[in-house]
């Protein structure tokens, strides 16, 4: 585990603007800057299907005053650029850090149209309203102004059994998610190039822990096998991802929003390379000792038809971000598995509402 400390803000820093916060990552990094810091956030979410500021809400009562009077939500469509433009006038931001985005690559082979729209439209209108707010400020605040935009391994398409994604691989989307997100980060290295709008990206390995909706894999296996029901698995179980825990993204997020490198990627790994199969026995053998009456959990797994142009394996090299910012992971898989399986035994009525939905 890492010793760094918690990644504060410069003072420049006094307005953030958060999209997408009421979903997994961008919840995660909404309560962090509440507890960590003294800015003024404001979440810019549509409040869709997977959205919840139950998280928020918690952590407000904790907080008192002190937080409720630093949080904004705004229920905006990025698609819509009226909305949008009205909503950065509103925030008025130092800092936008971009996670809104349609992520789950099962709907996005269902429904692809709903990705273009929130991930390539939404990005765009999203550019164009943050460009006209940044040529706006004065000198001192736009110097120190970044929109930071977070993305995802799975732009960069499938490796085989050995070798790591880089800042250098080229782009080879596969799936009409990983296609969507691969459009906007080149649309925000555009908005860099053309425009000098000031821009740092960031691509992420498979985030888990904590408030994440109940259809990814981990919170689905633990809730199925909580519930004594089948453990769907696909294809061989062998598809291979880096997982790394949320709170470890925010904190690389932030680095490389206030510290990288203008017009600069860095990739953010969690040094957790698994395969499916193995996360999954992983929360099984967690289960047996913490919901023993199912116990033994494995045998609840059940192998189904693998998913259309499932990628093999993804990883990543992490050095970039190690070397030039000083950034680690805290937590190894072990540490936030376990504490990310409490969580859901621990939460299983908010996953019950959420999975009503």
């Not at 819509?80 to 009205?86: C, L, Y």
């Not at 925000?188 to 425009?195: C, G, L, Q």
């Not at 017009?263 to 999954?280: H, I, K, L, P, W």
Request: charged share 20%.
């Amino acid at each position: 585990m890492s010793i760094q400390s918690t990644p504060s803000l410069p003072p420049s820093i006094q307005r953030v603007l958060v999209t997408g916060g009421a979903g997994f990552i961008g919840g995660a990094m909404v309560r962090h800057l509440l507890r960590h810091s003294h800015v003024q956030v404001f979440n810019l979410d549509k409040l869709g299907y997977a959205s919840d500021c139950t998280s928020i809400e918690r952590l407000q009562a904790e907080l008192g005053s002190s937080g409720d009077d630093r949080h904004t939500l705004l229920e905006v469509d990025l698609a819509d650029g009226e909305a949008t433009a009205a909503a950065v006038r509103q925030a008025d931001p130092d800092l936008v850090l971009h996670l809104a985005a349609e992520s789950h690559v099962d709907r996005s082979i269902s429904g692809p149209e709903a990705f273009i729209s929130s991930n390539v439209n939404g990005t765009f209108q999203l550019l164009q309203a943050v460009r006209m707010h940044w040529e706006g400020l004065p000198m001192e605040r736009r110097d120190g102004f970044r929109f930071h935009h977070i993305s995802t391994d799975e732009v960069f398409g499938s490796l085989g059994p050995v070798g790591q994604f880089s800042e250098t691989t080229a782009y080879d989307p596969r799936s009409p998610y990983s296609a969507s997100k691969a459009a906007s980060d080149h649309l925000v290295r555009a908005w860099h190039h053309t425009y000098g709008l000031p821009v740092v990206l960031t691509n992420c390995s498979n985030n888990y822990g904590p408030w994440q909706f109940p259809e990814k894999l981990i919170p689905v296996v633990i809730l199925k096998a909580a519930a004594g029901e089948p453990i769907p698995l696909y294809g061989d179980g062998l598809n291979v991802r880096d997982w790394l825990f949320v709170d470890d993204h925010v904190e690389a997020i932030l680095l490389a929003a206030t510290k990288g490198r203008v017009g600069a990627s860095y990739c953010v790994g969690g040094d957790g390379e698994r395969n499916n199969r193995q996360v999954v026995e992983a929360i099984c053998t967690l289960m047996d000792q913490w919901h023993p009456q199912g116990a033994p959990h494995h045998r609840l797994i059940s192998f189904v038809k693998d998913r259309p142009g499932h990628d093999r394996r993804y990883a990543i090299d992490a050095s970039r971000i190690r070397s030039e910012l000083g950034w680690q992971p805290r937590h190894s898989f072990a540490q936030g598995l376990e504490a990310t399986v409490r969580w859901y035994l621990e939460n299983r009525s908010w996953c019950e509402a959420m999975g009503s939905r």
